[in-house]
């Protein structure tokens, strides 16, 4: 598998992964805080609408940021310019999500694959972007 295939790979894992939380903005409150407490959550969630509200934006927010990577994943030429911003956007995810796992003392579950679906990309696509220079998506040393 070349270079160029593993990058799209990534920015397509990267995208399911961001995106999948788009759904959290059509999940009944009910469900959505069963669930979340089962992720972590240390009590009972209230029904309180501005927490629904903003699990809303937060999934929504999330999802979008996916669409970003599914395009890029999709015409990484035509999406180059984003790639490297996507990237370090993970990165600073990766960096809150840490800084707050050990403020809080969260345990490795959610805390752990969290950061790992940030820092995992971040650090692959930037270590991978520099294929976008070849239009061709092969390496240069294969077009020698």
């Not at 920015?11 to 059509?26: P, V, Y």
């Not at 979008?64 to 035509?78: R, S």
């Not at 180059?80 to 996507?86: A, D, F, G, R, Y």
Request: proline fraction near 6%; aromatic fraction near 14%.
């Amino acid at each position: 598998m070349n270079k160029y295939t593993m990058l799209r790979l990534i920015l397509l894992a990267a995208g399911l992964g961001w995106g999948l939380t788009l759904i959290g903005a059509f999940l009944p409150w009910d469900w959505a805080t069963e669930h979340l407490e089962k992720f972590g959550g240390s009590g009972e969630i209230p029904d309180d609408v501005m927490l629904n509200y903003w699990m809303r934006m937060a999934s929504g927010a999330f999802g979008f940021v996916g669409v970003f990577f599914l395009l890029a994943a999709w015409k990484p030429y035509a999406y180059k310019n984003i790639i490297p911003v996507l990237a370090y956007g993970s990165l600073c995810e990766a960096a809150i999500l840490i800084f707050y796992g050990i403020k809080f003392d969260l345990p490795i579950f959610p805390f752990g694959p969290d950061v790992a679906i940030a820092l995992v990309p971040g650090i692959a696509i930037l270590l991978l972007k520099s294929e976008l220079g070849n239009k061709s998506g092969a390496s240069s040393k294969a077009k020698n």
